[in-house]
């Protein structure tokens, strides 16, 4: 019975999702059963290929993070499953986890945070290489002044502490830190946010070149469409979190489907002046992940909502081409 499960995965995927959830509980009784809880990924599902970048959208607090999070097990889903590389890896235990973590790593939102303030860049970067056995002891400073130089990090930069360094300084250490274990899959939570422009632009140039070089995959997650645009070869809109859309780049940029897709491709800023701007205004704010609408989540704010999207929930449908939707409009035509 397992290897017939094991045979309707897709063999050529990196990493399949399917009908992922995460819940977290906002209240409990005094037995300690949940009586409220806050919905933060529901009934998620794609597929990335090797090599792929996959960019995550939406606005904040719509489930992105916790998308990728989730599939890195740092936290346990609720329901779905998480294939990567042909395994089901939903339900394994933390010391099941511990060979497969080699291959799937993050790139975190605050390189300033995320990084220990009492321990040098070559403590940081030497840690997970001696943990995982990746290289003999006695090669562990020559391999990790290698991967520094990768990243653009000076060879004398090995001795110092995560403070006298700039953001875009310290994302770079947080990079060479995330391909420390010669991961094949890289969740980037939105790595050049915290960034200026000019030091976003190095850093996205960074993790193309390094994708090429390495053969790496990316689950890319970010709000900056223009990034999004840049980098990705599929992209994923997140409303309230859902997946609304999903399909290539050239798809979704030529063609969106969902309203809501629409609306945050109007707001993306045109560098000519005597470009027209028609920008869709959304009205009111995200409702509450804790206590979602009824049927449609977001026909609470689409200028198109019809009376049956506040009934029925829309079905999720391929509208050719790997280009998926929920819609009710869309089902129409």
């Not at 890289?186 to 960074?206: K, T």
């Not at 900056?224 to 780049?249: A, C, H, P, Q």
């Not at 993306?268 to 869709?280: C, L, S, W």
């Not at 009111?284 to 198109?304: E, V």
Request: hydrophobic share 35%; glycine share 6%; net charge neutral.
């Amino acid at each position: 019975m397992e290897e017939k499960i094991i045979q309707e995965f897709d063999p050529n995927a990196i990493l399949e999702v399917r009908n992922l959830r995460k819940c977290f509980p906002i209240k409990k009784t005094f037995t300690g059963k949940v009586t409220q809880e806050l919905i933060a990924v529901d009934d998620v599902s794609f597929k990335l290929m090797p090599g792929e970048t996959l960019g995550i959208v939406g606005e904040s607090g719509c489930g992105k993070t916790t998308l990728g999070r989730t599939i890195l097990k740092l936290h346990e889903s609720n329901g779905g499953q998480i294939i990567f590389e042909g395994k089901d890896i939903t339900n394994l235990k933390s010391s099941e986890m511990r060979e497969i973590r080699k291959k799937m790593q993050i790139i975190f939102q605050d390189p300033y945070s995320s990084l220990p303030p009492r321990s040098t860049v070559g403590g940081i970067l030497s840690e997970p290489v001696e943990v995982h056995n990746i290289v003999p002891k006695s090669q562990i400073k020559d391999y990790v002044l290698d991967l520094m130089d990768k990243c653009g990090l000076r060879d004398y930069y090995y001795e110092r502490y995560p403070h006298e360094f700039s953001g875009g300084q310290r994302q770079r250490i947080c990079i060479a830190r995330a391909l420390s274990v010669n991961p094949k899959l890289v969740i980037c939570d939105e790595p050049v946010s915290a960034l200026d422009v000019s030091i976003q632009a190095q850093i996205i140039n960074l993790l193309k070149k390094l994708q090429k070089d390495m053969n790496l995959t990316y689950l890319f997650i970010s709000h900056d469409l223009s990034v999004v645009k840049f980098i990705s070869d599929k992209i994923g809109v997140m409303y309230l979190g859902s997946m609304v859309e999903f399909g290539t780049k050239e798809d979704i940029f030529a063609n969106p489907l969902h309203p809501y897709t629409q609306a945050l491709f109007s707001a993306i800023p045109q560098p000519d002046p005597d470009v027209k701007m028609n920008r869709i205004i959304l009205k009111g704010d995200i409702p509450s992940p804790a206590n979602p609408p009824k049927g449609c989540r977001f026909h609470t704010r689409c200028p198109k909502a019809m009376d049956i999207c506040s009934e029925i929930a829309p079905e999720y449908r391929d509208f050719g081409n790997g280009h998926c939707a929920a819609c009710h409009l869309l089902n129409q035509e």
